[in-house]
């Protein structure tokens, strides 16, 4: 399947949502791990041989959750040096796992930024890592401005929201020290990005 990286409808929709729903139902059975492949169906070369991503969740507790769920997330190499996408949910204990609504369009999304990593993963050893430290230098990073915005394009699909306000919920309730010209700055970077990372992964 070609991708168009330019279209504003595109966001890996195949696999995240079957992933999200793969996802969901696991939650709703009450069950702690989960464990799959999928082959990667986008004509875009990615750092497997056998063209495989792995979708690995686990459901934990922690008393610093105060929210009804969390989710973590991220994208590469794993254990066995396979690329997987890792999604951990966090819920306070004692809540009652098949209770936990969990929103499908943030997930979605969540989903989608991260198989963007794995899109970006056969020209990650070619970058350099940004060792500075801060959430500007993380949110400005260029292999995770592309993520952003794949990720917030399809939650914005999924959830009838603006990009904007999407992004700019998030930035605030992630790095709530942030003054508003520079979350402004941020979302107008994420919204503008031309892709170059992701395209210099295709050659």
Avoid at 5 to 12: C, E, G, T
Avoid at 134 to 146: N, R
Wanted: aromatic letters at 14%.
């Amino acid at each position: 399947m070609e991708i168009d990286i330019s279209d504003p409808a595109f966001f890996y929709q195949n696999m995240a949502v079957g992933f999200a729903d793969q996802i969901l139902d696991v939650i709703k059975s009450n069950c702690k791990e989960y464990f799959d492949y999928s082959f990667w169906e986008y004509n875009h070369p990615i750092d497997s041989e056998d063209m495989t991503v792995g979708i690995k969740l686990n459901v934990v507790r922690s008393k610093a959750c105060t929210s009804k769920y969390d989710i973590w997330a991220s994208a590469g190499l794993d254990e066995s040096a396979e690329l997987c996408v890792n999604i951990t949910v966090v819920m306070p204990p004692k809540v009652w796992q098949k209770n936990v609504s969990i929103d499908k369009a943030e997930l979605v999304g969540i989903l989608s930024h991260e198989l963007h990593h794995i899109a970006q993963s056969n020209c990650l050893d070619s970058y350099p890592a940004n060792m500075k430290k801060g959430k500007m230098s993380y949110f400005l990073d260029p292999f995770e401005v592309e993520a952003f915005h794949i990720g917030f394009r399809a939650q914005s699909f999924f959830s009838g929201e603006s990009f904007e306000d999407l992004a700019s919920r998030y930035i605030e309730l992630t790095a709530p020290n942030l003054d508003r010209d520079k979350i402004n700055f941020v979302v107008k970077t994420w919204q503008q990005t031309k892709f170059e990372m992701f395209e210099s992964c295709r050659t």
